[in-house]
T-cell receptor, first 115, second 114 residues
Framework: GAGVSQTPSNKVTEKGKYVELRCDPISGHTALYWYRQSLGQGPEFLIYFQGTGAADDSGLPNDRFFAVRPEGSVSTLKIQRTERGDSAVYLC?????????????FGPGTRLTVT | AQSVTQLGSHVSVSEGALVLLRCNYSSSVPPYLFWYVQYPNQGLQLLLKYTSAATLVKGINGFEAEFKKSETSFHLTKPSAHMSDAAEYFCAVSGGQAGTALIFGKGTTLSVSS
């Protein structure tokens, strides 16, 4: 079946602009996660959804970042007033249900470049 | 708080040689541990996971890892490297809060030469 998909694969934007990054999880997966991977680093957790609600947003770096998942499937990560430091690969993952023992399936990521 | 340290940002081996990628963790609770592999321009793929059922965990592509509580380690090994194993490898521990967020190490790039 189809895996986790993310669009766009690459996004270049100017400093100060607004961007939206989209994630389509595996069908039927109730848990959805966003991570950010900076160059030379491992992925860092941003936010986790269980269904439509954000169950844990402790990883969002500041209030310029927020994410939604209005129908419990597709999620959009939104970044306002982008800064050069926001440049990174944004990864989305989904799992059938939340919990440590359940595998998180990752998408290929969106590479965001802020100029 | 949980954390992961991967020793060696870059490991180089010859084809057919033993692969050993090191991972040490810190956790205040019994950990769930994972190894992921990332090929260029692809998403992370789970190699194996430790969930307390057995200390020696076998994964895909001939990889395995051994959980050693006394050493707080979860090193990844493969007896014989293939060229196709060249990739970046990440060790991760579960976050412990609601058991959902993964905390990753910085990664180890494995190079395999012929």
């Amino acid at each position: 079946g189809a895996g986790v998909s993310q669009t766009p694969s690459n996004k270049v934007t100017e400093k100060g602009k607004y961007v939206e990054l989209r994630c389509d999880p595996i069908s039927g997966h109730t848990a959805l996660y966003w991570y950010r991977q900076s160059l030379g680093q491992g992925p860092e957790f941003l936010i986790y959804f269980q269904g439509t609600g954000a169950a844990d947003d402790s990883g969002l770096p500041n209030d310029r970042f927020f994410a939604v998942r209005p129908e419990g499937s597709v999620s959009t990560l939104k970044i306002q007033r982008t800064e050069r430091g926001d440049s990174a690969v944004y990864l989305c993952a989904s799992s059938l249900v939340p919990g440590e023992a359940y595998e998180q399936y990752f998408g290929p990521g969106t590479r965001l470049t802020v100029t | 708080a949980q954390s992961v340290t991967q020793l060696g940002s870059h490991v180089s081996v010859s084809e057919g040689a033993l692969v050993l990628l090191r991972c040490n963790y810190s956790s205040s609770v019994p950990p769930y541990l994972f190894w992921y592999v990332q090929y260029p321009n692809q998403g992370l793929q789970l190699l194996l996971k430790y969930t307390s059922a057995a200390t020696l965990v076998k994964g895909i592509n001939g990889f395995e890892a051994e959980f050693k509580k006394s050493e707080t380690s979860f090193h990844l090994t493969k007896p014989s490297a293939h060229m196709s194993d060249a990739a970046e490898y990440f060790c991760a521990v579960s976050g412990g809060q609601a058991g959902t967020a993964l905390i990753f190490g910085k990664g180890t790039t494995l190079s395999v030469s012929s």
